[in-house]
């Protein structure tokens, strides 16, 4: 069967604790996670973590399920097939020497991205977008010398009905 | 009204009904224990703290209730595990309390400190580090909650010293609600209809009864069910006495050794009808090739059951005995037709599987056969005793041969398959049912492993039976060794053991030998009908493999039957 890629959106209780619940969910039943986001929703009490994993249908099914039955979790939506909007950010830290920094620039300028810190042998690079464009930026900056590279993995969240 | 975190403790679970806590104490639980002392909760000072937790488990299984044990931070609380993971697997609902050092010491390294819910977190239900007295009796309330609802399962709570000395102002907690908890009882009344047509069109139908009917207390239901449909019935080891062994729809236990007309029967049935299982590997076989000809139904509390090992046709969520009373119900309106006529065929094949490999020993005049002992125990017991095991090949003979009519009669570690639980688990089961004959069916490997709660059945007055059959091995493996390994019996001869007769007299208990066949009916009698704990020793066949086999990665119809 082939894998596919699915999007979770998790709410959970904001406690001590079941952040390993999940992850330990994830390694105990051999799950993957590619990424993982968490962070408090507008009630202090819940969290909402998003998750990006991948496998078969029968192990994704398997994941949601899973998921569902750990006590801390409230609600579980696999965004994937659905409408849904989603971005991932990225700070990058790239080599600017002289030569280059007109270059990094102009990149910067396509994409939108900032440019949040400034050395006299680098740029720190905020950019955001889906993954896709971070990882079009990505390739661009990579031969004039990427030092490091700091990603937020996804965020999400349904599309309203308009 | 001020009471400290140990008379909360108390309090709370003298209103859950508790009367008895398996328990071991230690330096952070002391406070806890001062108060028991001055309680008349029955506490059972085990010799080990696996042990309490096999043994609230076995007090659950055959009491039908919430079990309870207590032991200490650390070493106390790490030594739970195997007896949670074995809990866990089997879905006995049994609350566990740990203590654990004083709060501003955690993380500290501690004297027997551990991160008790960091370890258990994958082997519970659920679990809770009490930070504040303030929150105990809640949480104490949503353990006896979450441990005997939806699919039970373990629950564990670790207690803090502080938390247990510190005193409040107590405030009763209210009525339990976890807005994140709700199991689902009622199934899909759609997907029981679905069930009901696959029903009215099988011939061949089977059904796979697991664990799950006995938790929910569905034997009635099931029986009910197997009767009006005439549908024969297997059981996973986990199941068996939910359906009565006497009942001629019996095919008897399913699996890796499992007899040949149930596992055949999976192989040519047009209908399986699973309940409460999970179908394990054990179970199945190669997965490809179970039931292969067969639409799946599969019912079940825990959706994750569902799916998670084989494709099913109709999946129905729901309480197994909450779901077949509607499927009996509905069962009720519909001309299943001439049943006899349609299910002759499908009878006539059982039948010539059973005559061509019944369960069958050969025993002659010179060694015991260990079948003949179970064999003999459950005639002399007339099918009644609770009977719990080992692991091994004395899990499996009890299993065969002894045929149980009543559900929370046989108490065995499925699972996990857990060695050292027969005897505790027998000491929880005999201190939930006092009247009761209570067996330990026990491998002199397996026996070793808890042998020292010997102590607590004698101290306690415990008349619990142990039944060992001694074949000088670890048996199980070495049959494995013996069909897959050439005959290399690596490790697995235990070459010195104890004198089982004075070691039982050494323990303040009785110790009975048999080593002839004709020597095991008067042993049986002496030993069973004895009013004090008995350990009774079998010496027998040394080589004896159960059979029928399925080996491992095979399907449940490729069987060695001898």
Known sequence: ?162 | MKLTGAQIMLKVLKEEGVDTIFGYPGGVVIDIYDELAKSDIRHILVRQEACAVHAADGYARAGNRVGVCLATSGPGATNTVTGIASAYMDSIPVVIFTGQVPTHLIGNDAFQEVDTVGITRPCTKHNYLVKRTEDLARVIKEAFYLAASGRPGPVLIDIPKDVSVNAIDYKAPKKVKLKTYNPTYNPNIKQVNKVVELIKKATNPVILSGGGVILSNASKELTQLARNTQTPVTSTLMGLGGFPASDPLWLGMIGMHGTYRANMSTGECDLLIGIGVRFDDRVTGRIDAFAPNAKIVHIDIDPTSIRKNIPVTAPVVGDCKVTLTLLNKLLKKEDLGDLKKKRKKWFAQIADWKSTAPLAYNQGDAVIKPQFVVEKLYELTKGDAIITTEVGQNQMWAAQYYHFDKPNRFITSGGLGCMGFGLPAAIGAQLACPDKLVVDVAGDGSIQMNIQEMATAVQCGLPVKVVILNNGYLGMVRQWQQLFFDKRYSETCLEHAPDFVKLAEAYGAVGLRATKPEEVVPILKEGLFSKDTVIMDFVVEKEECVYPMVPAGAAVTEMLLT
């Open chain 1, 1 to 162: 069967m082939m894998e596919e890629k699915h999007v979770f959106s998790i709410l959970v209780d904001n406690e001590p604790g079941v952040l390993s619940r999940i992850a330990g969910l994830f390694s105990g039943r051999g799950f993957n996670i590619e990424s993982l986001c968490v962070a408090e929703t507008t009630d202090p009490l819940i969290s909402r973590i998003t998750l990006v994993t991948t496998g078969a249908p029968p192990i994704i099914e398997q994941i949601e399920k899973q998921l569902n039955k750990l006590i801390n979790v409230i609600k579980v939506h696999d965004l994937t097939g659905k409408e849904f909007v989603h971005r991932e950010m990225a700070l990058i830290k790239v080599v600017a020497k002289a030569e280059h920094r007109a270059e990094i620039l102009r990149t910067v300028d396509i994409f939108r991205c900032k440019v949040v810190d400034v050395g006299r042998e680098h740029y720190t690079l905020e950019a955001t977008g889906d993954e896709g464009k971070i990882n079009a930026i990505l390739s661009l900056l990579k031969p004039i010398g990427i030092k490091e590279i700091a990603r937020t993995g996804i965020i999400a969240l349904f599309r309203d009905p308009k």
